[in-house]
């Protein structure tokens, strides 16, 4: 059981250039959650999934892009990156939302030049 | 919409008692709180459900008032191990029936524990 696994663990990009940082989860967790974390602005939710084929914007989604093909994986985009996304990004899930504790995975340091 | 916590750092002696506030403008479903060491990922303290009750773990218990939109999280006889920095996290959607807005956090109040 490995529970919330993010790769990659650090990432350097160049303006303009785009990818995807991949979640996954191995809980059935219905309820999956993108975050990032930034000095002096806590955790701010980027987008979330109340199951597969269902996502939702949070507080700070413009520059990115989300799908939910399979109830695992939950894989977050970058379509043209920017350095404000300079950030620590963290992937959450719970069985619940709202009323379960969230799993978090260890995090991607992004750093955009 | 973040809650609002306070104070935004704490500096203690171990064994001295703190409470950190978190208010929200909206209704509360529900309301978390997770502590963070640097450089690694939120650890999950406990979650509070609308009802007004009051959970604990170990030395470390929690508050909710509903009507009041707010929560308290109490660290009693605190220790070295406590330092880090606490958020708390709500979900008002659901309760308003407007659907799920998804747990949105605080910005975090910084606990320091001297020896």
């Known amino acids: 059981n490995a529970g919330v696994t993010q790769t990659p663990k650090f990432q350097v990009l160049k303006t303009g250039q785009s990818m995807t940082l991949q979640c996954a989860q191995d809980m059935n967790h219905e309820y999956m959650s993108w975050y990032r974390q930034d000095p002096g602005m806590g955790l701010r939710l980027i987008h979330y999934s109340v199951g597969a084929g269902i996502t939702d914007q949070g507080e700070v989604p413009n520059g990115y892009n989300v799908s939910r093909s399979t109830t695992e994986d939950f894989p977050l985009r970058l379509l043209s990156a920017a350095p404000s996304q300079t950030s620590v990004y963290f992937c959450a899930s719970s069985y619940g939302l709202g009323v379960e504790k969230l799993f978090f995975g260890s995090g991607t340091q992004l750093s955009v030049l | 919409q973040q809650p609002v916590q306070s104070p935004q750092a704490v500096i203690l002696r171990e064994g001295e008692d703190a409470v950190i506030n978190c208010s929200s403008s909206?209704?509360?479903?529900?309301v978390h709180w997770y502590r963070q060491k640097h450089g690694e990922a939120p650890v999950f303290l406990m979650i509070?459900?609308?009802?007004?009750e009051q959970k604990g773990h170990e030395k470390i218990s929690a508050s909710f008032n509903e009507k009041k939109q707010q929560s308290s999280l109490y660290l009693t006889a605190s220790q070295l191990s406590y330092s880090g920095t606490y958020f708390c996290g709500t979900e008002t959607g659901m309760y308003s029936g407007g659907g799920a807005d998804g747990l949105t956090f605080g910005k975090g109040t910084h606990l320091i524990i001297q020896p």
């Open positions: 509070l459900l609308k009802g007004g």
């Open positions: 909206k209704a509360l479903y529900s």
